[in-house]
Structure formats: C-alpha cells, structure tokens
C-alpha cells in the first residue's frame, strides 16, 4: 500500500500505481470528498452547460441530420424553422 506525505499548502502526489490503476492523468479534475473518515477522490467529467443542454436534446431526439451536404442542410434548417413559427 503506498504511502503519501501532505506536503506545504496540503499537497499530496497520487503515487504512478494509483494514478495509472485510477486512470487519472494531467488536468483531470478530482472530487473530493470526506467517506466514513476517508478521504476519497473520485475523477469527475465536467461539461460547459450548452454542452450538456445540446447533449440532452440529441437524447431526446430533437435534432435533425446528418445531412450529405451543406445545401441539404441549409433546406432542412429552413424547414425546420418554418415548422417552428
């Protein structure tokens, strides 16, 4: 079991094992939180919210596409929107 040192500011570095079995890697954001006494980090996936907003959408199935070139799409945007009106 690897042992780490809380280092000045509350530094600690993730030993390679941990951070490879983990899959944790440069610019990874960590949640951490506080467990029965434990200290746990949990890698997290953070999205911009009109990310997540047009994810949601295309799971909803409100979309249209794909298109096989851009003068179809521009004739089904246009349909779409007189749709809408």
Not at 11 to 36: C, F, M, S, W, Y
Not at 61 to 83: C, S
């Given at each position: ?50 990310i997540a907003e047009?994810?949601?959408?295309f799971k909803k ?25």
């Open positions: 079991m690897p042992l780490v040192k809380v280092k000045d500011k509350y530094q600690v570095t993730l030993p390679t094992a941990v951070r490879d079995e983990a899959g944790v890697a440069i610019g990874d954001i960590l949640e951490a939180k506080v467990v029965n006494g434990k200290i746990t980090l949990t890698p997290k996936s953070v999205i911009d919210r009109g047009g994810l949601a959408d199935g409100r979309f249209i596409g794909p298109f096989d070139n851009a003068d179809v799409a521009v004739k089904a945007l246009r349909q779409a929107a007189k749709r809408s009106k």
